[in-house]
């Protein structure tokens, strides 16, 4: 990437005027010294003035390369008063003028070494000053083999010649110092050192020049007064010059670190090529010094690299030692082995590891100990780091693998295998044992996709095995079918003898499902006390339907032993067969929606889903949404049914009904109480009726009409957690007195929870409220809750009365059950009388009271008050 540093300022505009001044001092016909002294002054304050300008322009910019372009320009200006003077000094052998070109040049070499913008340790600053004092007096060698020896000859004078040559030779000996700080740099400014460089050899070549003209006495030659201030323009050029790219920059590093050495050789065949010709003549003092402190240098230098050389060995070893010592530590097996796997060295950790002596594996191979059907992998990354190693790529593999212990047993391990440095062919590996990590792993995995209770896959492993099945089943093809089963009772197990041993039960039960299912079916338990199956039937459904048959016949067919005594339990199930594109939430959606279904219908059967199903609890999660909004916006109304004295037909209650209009379309009462009642909406409605029915029955008694009001309870409110404290408030806030509330359950309430449910109901009998049996000889154990409970009613249900007359056995329990209350001392009440026969023969046998349409009618509360304003009697 080349870039102009200041578009405003044209390429080489400072070397172009620096040019033209320097022909017009050429044109200049005079002596050489002369003339050199006209160009170098002109060019070097051209150079001055324009590596000053540009030290103004980059002093916001890089500090370095605006501070390096001043030092390069006050050097400029000091040689170029050097070079003015020399004219003056022309006839002293030394003078005052060359101490000014010799400063210019140290002050030029500080300027490049800033451009270059290095900083080194003072051990290896040291060592470049030797390198340059070892180049330098290789290079004054070399020359004074090929011509100044004759130029000393000459003079005849060794004080004279050693003065003159000094201040190059000074020059040549900080060019060689500040050569690799610049060549070497990476900064911004390297062009601008690079220049720097440049100037200080031409000066160099200058000056030796000028001295061996002046040790002959002869007149400079133009090249040596001329080559100055040449490298000056150019040097004036480079900041206004394009700025090269750093990755152009030559990687000379290593050149520049042997080229000392090399210029000591060159010196070292060029005094031997001289003494073999045969032209030696007196030893001169100075070139001897300087051949012995070359050779003096050469012995220190080589005793410091011997001794680093043995600092880094001995730092190699150590940390070869302490990287063994510290794997072993960690339990690590490390040994060294060729790229072809054979053992060379070995810890002894492998005998705590493994069980093997070292001794017995070295010279061995490694695969003679790796399972079989990892050695290819090793083998194949043991070449590829082969081919790294080639390529000078660095080589570190990491490994896993089963490794074959001294008792037999293959351990998993992992591995680091790293290329030994050096050429030697080995590699380092250190070996671990994971064999605790992959059975934590293994464990993890199994308690991911497995039941901790049962033993069986969880959901979430039957559900991803139901994806893979539906999305490799062939289209078409009902072969797929998923079968849940859910165990009728299990709450109540929970509950009388513990969750502990709930779960001991699951665990039977689940073994008694995994005995009935076949080996390639998929079992889990889906959770709670429900499981699932997954059955490919191979095309045929009746298969899945003979595996949910044994699946209910193995769970009910003998108790579960649990704490001591015997559980009977039995299973409702459902089934649903894939169809085509089916998504597998669905499929088990239906299954689960077709469990329900045969829950719903008592349990202990199967169920296959139909389409129907799905809309019905569609059907009844809408209705439980409306039934919630109802609520809400008081679509409900009560409606009130006469109970009359059968003898005197005077109202003597009345029972509450709930009824619900949604818009103009009348819901059935059938239709919502069994929704309400399984979302839990029963209990704010029943609420809602109690207080209501509660202060329209308190308002009649105020007008002096003995009138009582029953209301049928469900179960979940009788299980609600403040159930007696909000009959209490309702009778409260109303003023209806106690004895003129009956509270009417059927016996399966009774039945469920039977210790509870009497419990409450005690307690509402406590608050004087009466108690009543509703659909009384439909139960299953009437006789015995009249014993535990104190009733003061029971309600013949209607499927007994509607048989009076035409059914002699419905005629004769009637009668039984109405001479049962009398002898209990219970009101008798007969419910759904719709035909005078009913009528008379109820009064025959001698019931007292009875409701149904033949009587009255339910009727809003304003009936009610038309009744009670022009009758008493229905």
């Known amino acids: 990437m080349i870039r102009w540093r200041d578009p405003r300022v044209p390429p080489a505009a400072a070397a172009a005027a620096g040019a033209v001044v320097f022909a017009a001092a050429v044109l200049a016909q005079g002596p050489a010294l002369v003339t050199g002294a006209v160009a170098g002054g002109l060019a070097a304050l051209i150079a001055a003035g324009s590596l000053l300008f540009a030290s103004v322009k980059q002093a916001a910019g890089h500090r370095p390369t605006a501070m390096a372009a001043r030092w ?35 002050v030029t070499a500080g300027g490049a070494l800033i451009a270059a913008d290095r900083r080194f340790p003072a ?4 060592r470049q000053l030797t390198d340059a004092y070892l180049s ?7 020359g004074w083999v090929v011509a100044l020896r004759h130029v000393y000859a000459e003079t005849a004078d060794p004080p004279a010649f050693t003065l003159v040559m000094l201040p190059p030779m000074i020059a040549l000996l900080v060019t060689c110092a500040v050569i690799p700080s610049v060549v070497t740099s990476r900064s911004s400014s390297w062009l601008l050192g690079l220049a720097g460089v440049g100037v200080l050899a031409t000066m160099t070549v200058a000056g030796v020049g000028q001295a061996v003209a002046r040790l002959i006495d002869g007149e400079p030659q133009l090249w040596s007064v001329m080559l100055a201030p040449v490298a ?8 206004w010059g394009p700025k090269a790219a750093e990755s152009a920059r030559p990687a000379v590093g290593h050149a520049i670190g042997v080229a000392p050495l090399a210029l000591v050789a060159v010196a070292a065949v060029t005094l031997l090529v001289h003494q073999a010709g045969g032209r030696a003549g007196a030893s001169v003092t100075g070139v001897v010094l300087v051949a012995v402190s070359i050779v003096l240098l050469l012995l220190v230098r080589l005793f410091v690299l011997s001794a680093v050389n043995v600092r880094l060995r001995g730092l190699v070893k150590l940390g070869d030692r302490q990287l063994r010592e510290l794997a072993e530590s960690t339990g690590d097996v490390v040994f060294a082995c060729d790229y072809q796997g054979v053992v060379r060295e070995i810890g002894p950790g492998v005998e705590v590891t493994y069980g093997y002596c070292p001794d017995e594996l070295i010279g061995g191979s490694i695969f003679d100990y790796i399972h079989p059907e990892d050695v290819p992998g090793i083998q194949a990354a043991m ?9 000078a790529a660095p080589g570190t593999c990491l490994i896993a693998c089963r490794v074959r212990a001294a008792d037999g047993t293959w351990r998993p391990t992992e591995s680091v295998a790293t290329r030994r440095v050096g050429g030697d062919e080995r590699m380092l590996v250190t070996t671990r044992d994971v064999s605790d990590q992959e059975a934590l792993r293994n464990q993890v995995a199994h308690l991911t996709f497995h039941d901790g209770v049962t033993g069986l896959p969880n959901r979430a492993y039957f559900e991803e095995r139901t994806r893979e099945v539906l999305a490799g089943r062939t289209s078409g093809t009902a072969n797929v079918a998923v079968i849940f089963l859910d165990l009728d009772g299990f709450t109540s197990v929970n509950d009388s003898v513990g969750h502990a041993s709930g779960d001991y039960l699951l665990g039977q039960a689940a073994r008694r499902l995994r005995g009935a299912v076949r080996p390639d079916d998929t079992l889990a338990r889906w959770g709670g006390d429900e499981f699932a199956v997954l059955v490919e039937t191979g095309g045929e459904a009746q298969v899945a339907v003979d595996l949910a048959e044994r699946l209910v016949g193995a769970v009910s067919q003998e108790p579960f032993r649990v704490a001591d005594r015997d559980v009977a339990i039995t299973a409702s ?33 199967v169920e296959v889903f139909a389409a129907q199903m799905h809309a019905d609890v569609v059907r009844r999660l809408e209705l439980a949404a409306d039934l919630q909004r109802a609520l809400i916006e008081q679509q409900f109304a009560i409606e009130y049914q006469p109970v009359v004295d059968l003898a005197t037909s005077r109202v003597t209650a009345v029972e509450a009904l709930v009824r619900w209009w949604r818009g103009s379309v009348f819901v059935p009462p059938e239709q919502f109480l069994g929704p309400a009642e399984d979302t839990g909406l029963i209990v704010p409605l029943s609420e809602w009726i109690l207080r209501e029915s509660c202060r329209e029955v308190a ?10 009001l029953s209301l049928n309870l469900s179960a979940r409110q009788i299980m609600a957690p403040r159930f007696v404290e909000t009959v209490e408030e309702a009778l409260a806030e109303s003023g209806l007195p106690a004895a003129a509330l009956t509270l009417e359950v059927i016996e399966e309430m009774l039945v ?56 002699d056995t419905l005629t004769l329990l009637t009668r039984t059950i109405v001479r049962l209350g009398h002898d209990l001392g219970l009101i008798v009440v007969a419910e759904g009388i719709e035909r005078p026969e009913q009528l008379e023969l109820l009064k025959q046998m001698g019931c007292t009271r009875g409701q149904g349409f033949l009587v009255a009618r339910p009727m809003a509360a304003r009936g009610v008050d038309s009744l009670r304003r022009t009758s008493l009697t229905v």
């Open 383 to 391: 070449r590829a780091m082969h081919l790294d190693e080639e390529n």
């Open 72 to 106: 390069m320009g006050g050097g400029a200006v000091i040689w170029a008063a050097g070079v003015a003077l020399k004219p003056i000094a022309e006839g002293f052998v030394a003078s005052f003028a060359d101490m000014f070109v010799l400063l210019g040049a140290v």
């Open 699 to 708: 308002a009649w008694r105020a007008s002096s009409w003995d009138i009582g």
């Open 123 to 126: 051990r290896v600053a040291l």
């Open 232 to 239: 000056l323009l150019l040097l004036a050029a480079v900041p």
């Open 136 to 142: 330098a007096a290789s290079l004054f060698l070399v």
């Open 573 to 605: 199930v459902g089934v649903a067969f894939a169809e085509d594109d089916q998504p597998a939430g669905d499929l088990m959606r239906n299954a689960d929606v077709a469990m329900a279904r045969s829950k719903e219908l008592g349990g202990r059967r």
């Open 752 to 807: 469920e929870d039977a210790e509870e449910t009497i419990k409450r109901l005690s307690e509402l009998r406590a608050l004087g409220v009466r108690l009543a049996i509703d659909d009384f000889g439909t139960g299953y154990a009437s006789l015995a809750f009249l014993r535990q409970l104190p009733v003061d009613m029971i309600k013949i249900d209607p499927s007994f009365v509607s048989g009076l007359g035409r059914d």
